[in-house]
C-alpha cells in the first residue's frame, strides 16, 4: 500500500526535533570538556549551558522552518512517498 505525507504540523516537529537536539547536544559538549581538560586548555564553564541551549533552540527553528517549506512543497509537487506492509505477529 503506498502513502502519502502531505502535510507535517511545524509545532509538533519543531518541539520533538528541538528536544531530541538536547539529548545529542549534551553529551557532545561533555565529550568536548574531555580533550580540552587533558590539553590543558581553560575551559569556559558557560558553554556547558549555552551550547545545548543554543542547539536546542536553533533544531527548533530550521525544524520549524523545514516542516514550513515541506508542506509548501508538498502542496504542489506531492508529498514523501513511501509504502506500508503489515507483518504478520506483530
Same mark, same amino acid.
Request: no cysteine; proline share 3%; glycine share 8%.
Given at each position: 500500500? !503506498? @502513502?502519502?505525507?502531505?502535510? &507535517? =504540523? !511545524?509545532?509538533?516537529?519543531? !518541539?520533538?526535533?528541538?528536544?531530541? $537536539?538536547?539529548? &545529542?547536544? %549534551?553529551? +557532545?559538549?561533555?565529550? @568536548?570538556?574531555?580533550? +580540552?581538560? +587533558?590539553?590543558?586548555?581553560? *575551559?569556559? #564553564? =558557560?558553554?556547558? &549551558? #549555552?551550547?545545548?541551549?543554543?542547539? @536546542?533552540?536553533?533544531? *527548533?527553528?530550521? =525544524?520549524?522552518?523545514?516542516? #514550513? %517549506? $515541506?508542506?509548501? /512543497?508538498?502542496? !504542489?509537487?506531492?508529498? %514523501?512517498?513511501?509504502? /506500508?506492509?503489515? %507483518?504478520?505477529?506483530?
Amino acid at each position: 500500500m !503506498k @502513502t502519502q505525507v502531505v502535510s &507535517i =504540523s !511545524k509545532l509538533q516537529t519543531a !518541539k520533538v526535533m528541538a528536544l531530541m $537536539y538536547l539529548v &545529542i547536544s %549534551i553529551p +557532545m559538549v561533555l565529550l @568536548t570538556m574531555v580533550p +580540552m581538560r +587533558m590539553s590543558g586548555q581553560a *575551559f569556559n #564553564w =558557560s558553554m556547558v &549551558i #549555552w551550547l545545548p541551549v543554543l542547539y @536546542t533552540a536553533l533544531g *527548533f527553528v530550521f =525544524s520549524f522552518l523545514g516542516a #514550513w %517549506i $515541506y508542506n509548501g /512543497i508538498a502542496a !504542489k509537487v506531492g508529498g %514523501i512517498e513511501f509504502r /506500508i506492509a503489515t %507483518i504478520d505477529g506483530e
